[in-house]
C-alpha cells in the first residue's frame, strides 16, 4: 500500500495475550503438520493399540463378553495389569520416535533454509518462546499417544476394578506419567535440536532414528569389546528403559547401569540439544 495514501491503520483487533503468544507458532505448526494425510494417518494409527488394549481390560472383566466372544472364562485374561499396562508404553515409545522423525524436521529447518528467523523476531517473539513455540508441537503428539491414553487405559482397569485396585495402584498411574514425560523432554529436544543442525528434512529426520539405534549399535560393540557397561550410555533407550524399569517397578531387571547414571545421561542430552539451539537459533547468520 503506498504510504502517500495515507489510508494506513494500526490494527485494533484483539491482541493475543503474552504469556501463551509462543502458541501462535503452535498452532500454526499443527496446521501445516497435518496437510500430509501420510502424518494424519500414521498420528490415527498411534492410536490403535490403546483401543485394542482398551478392549482386553473390559473383556478381563466380563464374562457375559467372553463367552459371546467363545473365548474360554472362569480365569482372568490379563494376569498381571502393570505388565500389561508397562507392554502399552513400550508400543508407544516405538510410535512417538518415528513420529518425532515426521515432525521434528518440519520445525526449525525450514525457517532456517528460508532465512525466515528475523521476520519471527521482528516481532514480539524472543528465542525463548520460539523453541517453546516449537517444542510444545511434538510434545503434545507425544502427549496425545503416551500418558493421555495410559491413564485412561488406567482409569478403565480402576472402574472395573474398583476403588481399592485403584488406590493400591497409584503408583503405576505415577509410573505411566513421568515415563511420558521423561520420554516427551527427550525426543522434543532431539527432534528440535537435529532440525536446527540439519537444514534438509530427510536427513534430519534420518539422523533422529538413526541417534537410538546407532547410538544402541555402538554401544553393544563397545560393551562386547571392552567388556564393561559403558557402552550403555550411548544407548538412549536403554536409558529411557533403566528409569521405566524403576518405575514400574519390574524385579531382576539388569540394567547395566544406575538409576541415577541413567537420569544424568538423559539431562546431559537435553542440556547438549538446548545448547545446539542456542547456537543455531539467531536473528541473524553470519556467512564466512
Same mark, same amino acid.
Not at 502424518?39 to 498420528?43: C, I, L, Q, Y
Not at 498411534?46 to 482386553?56: D, E, K, Q, V
Not at 473365548?71 to 502393570?82: E, F, K
Not at 528467523?117 to 528465542?127: D, N
Given at each position: 500500500?503506498?504510504?502517500?495514501?495515507?489510508?494506513? &491503520?494500526?490494527?485494533?483487533?484483539?491482541?493475543? #495475550?503474552?504469556?501463551?503468544?509462543?502458541?501462535?507458532?503452535?498452532?500454526?505448526?499443527?496446521?501445516?503438520?497435518? &496437510?500430509?494425510?501420510f502424518?494424519?494417518?500414521?498420528?490415527i494409527?498411534?492410536?490403535? #493399540?490403546?483401543?485394542?488394549? *482398551?478392549?482386553?481390560?473390559?473383556?478381563?472383566?466380563?464374562?457375559?463378553?467372553?463367552?459371546?466372544? &467363545?473365548? #474360554?472364562?472362569?480365569?482372568?485374561?490379563?494376569?498381571?495389569?502393570?505388565?500389561?499396562?508397562?507392554?502399552?508404553?513400550?508400543?508407544?515409545?516405538?510410535?512417538?520416535?518415528?513420529?518425532?522423525?515426521?515432525a521434528? #524436521? @518440519?520445525?526449525?529447518?525450514?525457517?532456517?533454509?528460508?532465512?525466515?528467523?528475523?521476520?519471527?523476531?521482528?516481532?514480539? %517473539?524472543?528465542?525463548?518462546?520460539?523453541?517453546?513455540?516449537?517444542?510444545?508441537?511434538?510434545?503434545?503428539?507425544?502427549?496425545?499417544?503416551?500418558w493421555?491414553?495410559?491413564?485412561?487405559? %488406567?482409569?478403565?482397569?480402576?472402574?472395573?476394578?474398583? *476403588?481399592?485396585?485403584?488406590?493400591?495402584?497409584?503408583?503405576?498411574?505415577?509410573?505411566?506419567? @513421568?515415563?511420558?514425560?521423561?520420554?516427551?523432554?527427550v525426543?522434543?529436544?532431539?527432534?528440535?535440536?537435529?532440525?536446527?543442525?540439519? &537444514?534438509?528434512?530427510?536427513?534430519?529426520?534420518?539422523?533422529?532414528? *538413526?541417534?537410538?539405534?546407532?547410538?544402541?549399535?555402538?554401544?553393544?560393540?563397545?560393551?562386547?569389546?571392552?567388556? @564393561?557397561?559403558?557402552?550403555?550410555?550411548?544407548?538412549?533407550?536403554h536409558?529411557?528403559?533403566?528409569?521405566?524399569?524403576?518405575?514400574?517397578?519390574?524385579?531382576?531387571?539388569?540394567?547395566?547401569?544406575?538409576?541415577?547414571?541413567?537420569?544424568?545421561?538423559?539431562?546431559?542430552?537435553? *542440556?547438549?540439544?538446548?545448547?545446539?539451539?542456542?547456537?543455531?537459533?539467531?536473528?541473524?547468520?553470519?556467512?564466512?
Open positions: 500500500m503506498a504510504v502517500y495514501k495515507r489510508t494506513y &491503520r494500526a490494527y485494533e483487533g484483539p491482541l493475543t #495475550p503474552e504469556r501463551t503468544r509462543f502458541l501462535v507458532l503452535t498452532r500454526y505448526a499443527w496446521n501445516y503438520l497435518f &496437510r500430509s494425510r502424518m494424519t494417518g500414521f498420528f494409527v498411534c492410536f490403535f #493399540p490403546a483401543l485394542i488394549m *482398551a478392549l482386553g481390560l473390559y473383556l478381563n472383566h466380563s464374562d457375559s463378553l467372553m463367552r459371546l466372544l &467363545r473365548l #474360554p472364562t472362569g480365569r482372568a485374561l490379563i494376569q498381571d495389569v502393570s505388565s500389561y499396562l508397562r507392554v502399552f508404553m513400550q508400543i508407544q515409545w516405538g510410535f512417538a520416535m518415528v513420529l518425532t522423525a515426521f521434528g #524436521p @518440519t520445525l526449525i529447518s525450514p525457517d532456517l533454509v528460508n532465512n525466515a528467523l528475523p521476520l519471527y523476531f521482528c516481532r514480539p %517473539f524472543s528465542r525463548v518462546e520460539y523453541v517453546l513455540g516449537k517444542f510444545c508441537v511434538i510434545a503434545w503428539l507425544i502427549s496425545l499417544i503416551t493421555v491414553p495410559g491413564l485412561t487405559l %488406567f482409569g478403565i482397569e480402576a472402574s472395573q476394578a474398583g *476403588a481399592s485396585w485403584m488406590w493400591d495402584h497409584l503408583w503405576l498411574a505415577n509410573a505411566i506419567f @513421568t515415563s511420558s514425560i521423561i520420554m516427551v523432554l525426543l522434543s529436544f532431539i527432534g528440535l535440536a537435529l532440525s536446527a543442525l540439519v &537444514r534438509w528434512k530427510p536427513v534430519a529426520g534420518a539422523l533422529v532414528l *538413526a541417534v537410538f539405534f546407532l547410538g544402541a549399535g555402538f554401544g553393544a560393540a563397545i560393551n562386547a569389546i571392552l567388556r @564393561t557397561t559403558t557402552g550403555y550410555y550411548l544407548d538412549i533407550g536409558m529411557m528403559s533403566t528409569i521405566g524399569a524403576t518405575l514400574f517397578r519390574i524385579e531382576g531387571y539388569e540394567a547395566g547401569v544406575s538409576l541415577t547414571g541413567a537420569a544424568l545421561q538423559l539431562a546431559a542430552v537435553c *542440556a547438549l540439544c538446548l545448547i545446539m539451539l542456542n547456537r543455531k537459533i539467531r536473528a541473524f547468520e553470519v556467512v564466512r
